[in-house]
């Protein structure tokens, strides 16, 4: 299953994502318009410019795992990412939610010790 992130900017996107999530964007493909994030395993993600008639509403369109909340958090802050939530505790997991340059919904997760 592939992960696709509609965006109206791919270049701005890409810087955005690369900053967000430290890696060299240099991996565009589809005569630049689509550029596919690495990621370790799981899903493939991609930014996707070829939607250009797309809503950011909804839910969160993927979310990443951390293993520090905290820091991650402090990192986005860092960036001046637009978190959109507090941090929530629902048991199981602790998550926040921020948005990408197109108001895309993001979160990114912590499982809680027990």
Same mark, same amino acid.
Do not use: K
């Given at each position: 299953?592939?992960?696709?992130? =509609?965006? &109206?900017? #791919?270049?701005? &996107?890409?810087?955005?994502?690369?900053?967000? %999530?430290?890696?060299? =964007? /240099?991996?565009?493909?589809?005569? /630049?318009?689509?550029? /596919?994030?690495?990621?370790?395993?799981? =899903?493939? %993600?991609? #930014? /996707?410019? +070829?939607?250009?008639?797309?809503?950011?509403?909804?839910?969160?369109?993927?979310?990443?795992?951390?293993?520090? %909340?905290?820091?991650?958090?402090?990192?986005?802050?860092g960036l001046d990412v637009?978190?959109? &939530?507090?941090?929530?505790?629902?048991?199981?997991?602790?998550?926040?939610?921020?948005?990408?340059?197109?108001? +895309? =919904? %993001?979160?990114?997760?912590?499982?809680? &010790?027990?």
């Open positions: 299953m592939d992960g696709r992130c =509609p965006v &109206s900017d #791919l270049e701005r &996107s890409a810087r955005w994502y690369a900053r967000v %999530l430290a890696f060299d =964007p /240099d991996r565009f493909s589809h005569e /630049d318009t689509i550029l /596919d994030i690495p990621v370790e395993d799981g =899903p493939r %993600l991609a #930014l /996707d410019a +070829n939607r250009p008639q797309f809503t950011a509403d909804g839910p969160p369109r993927f979310f990443f795992w951390t293993d520090d %909340l905290a820091a991650t958090v402090e990192h986005l802050q637009r978190i959109t &939530s507090e941090v929530e505790d629902i048991g199981s997991v602790f998550f926040v939610q921020f948005e990408d340059p197109d108001g +895309n =919904p %993001l979160m990114v997760c912590q499982r809680a &010790s027990w």
